[in-house]
């Protein structure tokens, strides 16, 4: 095994070519190409302007394998499907749905697996191999696939590459040391530039990671300028979401839009070990939506980190009260118990909690805030005693509010289009046509708008492809074609 050593553009631009080629992505007169980044390393830039919407690249998952998560045993490894799952008939210790049992992409893993283990299969080892699926599976790509993968950019660190050490241990699985150190490389490149995707089959769904090389070549910022999705053959769909000038640098968010800088600076650290100085995280207020603030206890103005960089005071913009990291901390981490609580809660406690005590802790659009309109929205509607038919009329003006009030975040935010836009318009347009057919003489007007901009954002987008059928009925009922 060798690492990639010359990572000039040109060079990891000819591979990555090559590698679109094979998999057949590879687009004449692409609107974008590698260039180094300001940020360092390589990064990703537009060859033109490119309008919101406009698809940039398509990528293929070179690897791609089930998350380790512990409910993740009950699935098919070839489809990932959740039903009829039985044991392989070779007894490797997986599961294949019966559609599966002969599928030629497992007969490989299958065979590897029986000849390299060779004690009891138990469930607990059932769940090592499924740990280490993803990365295994790299063992058997083609030369060229594998030099694309030895390319990427990996962590250092000791526990990158703890599947192989456990299977090896657990499983006494042999393995040379070549084979092991690739092996550990390809855990490191999981880690470091896996995407987390899911796929949908029929109600049940599946969280899978997979690695997309161009993908992982485009770089991080909170406000990213491009959104993914991924199709029904889990490729990886990139497109604007803003207008991006000729030159521009293309960036996507590795964390979730709606999280503030200090939820989203952790999870940067953890996961991908890097702080990250763009725009929004150097601007306590973010652009002004006050994500990350919480309430002033003296004046009610908004307490926001100094330097939002750093693990320093808060003060308050009202009163210049200073706040302690300590005193935030206790806040958020009493916020946070209270919201893992309703997992299972009804609309009622949750619509109380927002009302009562949440609002006189943090502001109206404080992530927490977003976090649990997010729960509300997608309860109403969708949980037995409050589907639609049952809500009232003054629920349904409520939900589409909170709907609102979320895309006007995230306008501020300068986001433009992205998955959860999507969504969002999705039940506007739901809750106008439910809001419409209790009204007998006005209509509310323009809910085929809604609809027609949410297929718009979500139109390749596998795991929403039951939104975007039952819409584009809807759509072909009022002769908007589709
Ligand atoms: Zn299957
Ligand atoms: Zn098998
Ligand atoms: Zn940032
Ligand atoms: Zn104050």
Redesign the pocket.
Known sequence: MSIGSDRSASNVSRIMDSFLERHHLLVEDAPWELRPSPLGGLGVFAKRDLHPGEVIFRDYPVIMGPRCLAESTDICVSCYRKQDIIPCNKKCGLSLCTNCQTSPDHKRECEFIRQRINVEITQELTHYLINSLAPLRSIFLSTQDKEVVLYLKAHKGHHHGFEVDLLMDKANCKMAQEEKEFLKFVCAVLDTNAFELVVRNGDDQTSLRGLYPLGSLANHRCFPNAFHVFDDKQRMVTRASVFIEKDEEIFHSYTKILWGTSSRLLHLKETKHFVCKCERCVDPTEFGTYMNAIS??????N?LPILPQKNCDWR??????VVSVKEVGKTLTLIGSVMRSFRNCNFNVMYSFLKGKLSQMVPDSNQAVLELKCKIIWYLGYTPGFEWKDLPLETLVLKKRFCSDIIEILVKLKVGLCKIKGLLLYEIYLCTEEINKRKVNTVEKDEVDYLKEAIDILKFDASASKLITAGRSDLNGNGYGS
């Open positions: 002033c206890t003296r004046c009610k103005g307490v308050c913009e009202g009163c210049m009260k």
